[in-house]
């Protein structure tokens, strides 16, 4: 049995649904985890794979990436932001997403390099997302994020804003593991994987939709689920950027 973490938010149930219909599904024992808890999980070596934020790859000793899919986005992805009570050139806090690894540095590498402010970082923070505190913001990722956009004053999409600032994709997370798998079973995850996307619509038909997020917009165009050249090429900027944070 080969073990996989996955991210347990919607923009992963394509995938989840590949690897629950496809022949793969009789050789691995799949958790489904906060993409934190994924990259941890990795990293300690309870799983061989995990579908883990692109920056906790950089925590790793030994690493493969093993597919040609992943969450990006190509510009604005809808689900990671920075949702704030004022100007973003007015904040005085910022608070990190517990959940996230990926984003939580995006924030901070815009911080740097793009909008070049230095707020105060707040990592654990007791009201997370609830601050009435008129100079705070919060990174917030995945499906708490559905339906908020027109309830907070400043919101800025994050895969928007590296756009801008690089004019490139960004990819979220990757499928990794942390030993080397035979080819046989990289050919299998990657067969299910694409069937998982193949059948996007079929799965729309027992989601249950919402009517203050569009959930088929989302996982057909924001989602952009091909880990190509160029994405790999702005990962790899990424990484720079976070080494020199
Ligand atoms: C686009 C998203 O990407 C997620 C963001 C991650 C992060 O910030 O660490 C990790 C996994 C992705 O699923 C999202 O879930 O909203």
Same mark, same amino acid.
């Given at each position: 049995?080969?073990?996989? #973490?996955a991210?347990?938010?919607?923009n992963?149930?394509? !995938?989840?649904?590949? =690897?629950?219909?496809a022949?793969?599904?009789?050789?691995i024992?799949?958790?489904?985890?906060?993409? /934190?808890v994924c &990259?941890?999980?990795?990293?300690?070596?309870?799983v061989?794979?995990? +579908?883990?934020?692109? &920056?906790?790859i950089l925590?790793l000793?030994?690493?493969?990436?093993?597919s040609?899919?992943?969450?990006? /986005?190509?510009? &604005?992805?809808? *689900?990671v @932001?920075? @949702?704030?009570n004022?100007?973003?050139?007015d904040i005085?806090?910022?608070? +990190?997403?517990?959940? *996230?690894?990926?984003?939580?540095?995006?924030?901070?590498?815009l911080?740097?390099?793009?909008?070049?402010?230095?707020?105060?970082?707040?990592y654990?923070a007791?009201?997370?997302g609830? #601050?009435?505190?008129p100079?705070t913001? !919060?990174?917030?990722i995945?499906?708490r994020? !559905?339906?908020?956009?027109n309830?907070? #004053? @400043?919101?800025?999409?994050?895969a /928007?804003?590296?756009?801008?600032?690089?004019?490139?994709?960004f990819? !979220?997370?990757?499928?990794v #593991?942390?030993?080397k798998?035979?080819d046989?079973f990289?050919?299998?995850?990657n067969d &299910?994987?694409?069937?998982? =996307?193949?059948n996007?619509?079929?799965?729309?038909?027992?989601?249950?939709? $919402?009517?203050?997020?569009?959930?088929?917009d989302? +996982?057909?165009?924001k989602?952009?689920?091909?880990?190509?050249?160029?994405? $790999?090429e702005a990962?790899?900027?990424?990484?720079?950027?976070?080494?020199? =944070?």
């Amino acid at each position: 049995m080969i073990k996989i #973490s996955a991210v347990s938010y919607t923009n992963t149930v394509p !995938f989840i649904y590949g =690897l629950q219909h496809a022949p793969i599904k009789k050789d691995i024992d799949l958790s489904l985890d906060y993409p /934190a808890v994924c &990259a941890e999980k990795l990293i300690n070596n309870m799983v061989d794979i995990g +579908l883990i934020p692109v &920056a906790a790859i950089l925590d790793l000793p030994e690493y493969h990436i093993i597919s040609d899919y992943c969450i990006g /986005a190509n510009g &604005a992805v809808n *689900s990671v @932001f920075i @949702f704030s009570n004022c100007a973003l050139k007015d904040i005085k806090y910022l608070q +990190l997403d517990p959940q *996230s690894k990926s984003s939580n540095n995006l924030a901070l590498v815009l911080l740097k390099n793009y909008w070049k402010l230095e707020p105060e970082l707040v990592y654990k923070a007791k009201e997370y997302g609830r #601050s009435t505190h008129p100079k705070t913001a !919060f990174v917030q990722i995945g499906d708490r994020t !559905f339906g908020q956009v027109n309830k907070h #004053s @400043f919101v800025y999409d994050l895969a /928007a804003e590296w756009k801008n600032f690089t004019g490139l994709e960004f990819v !979220f997370a990757a499928w990794v #593991s942390n030993k080397k798998l035979s080819d046989d079973f990289i050919v299998k995850l990657n067969d &299910a994987l694409k069937f998982g =996307l193949a059948n996007r619509l079929k799965i729309f038909e027992n989601m249950e939709m $919402r009517s203050d997020f569009d959930l088929v917009d989302y +996982l057909m165009h924001k989602i952009d689920y091909r880990l190509t050249e160029s994405k $790999r090429e702005a990962l790899k900027l990424f990484h720079r950027l976070i080494k020199e =944070l």
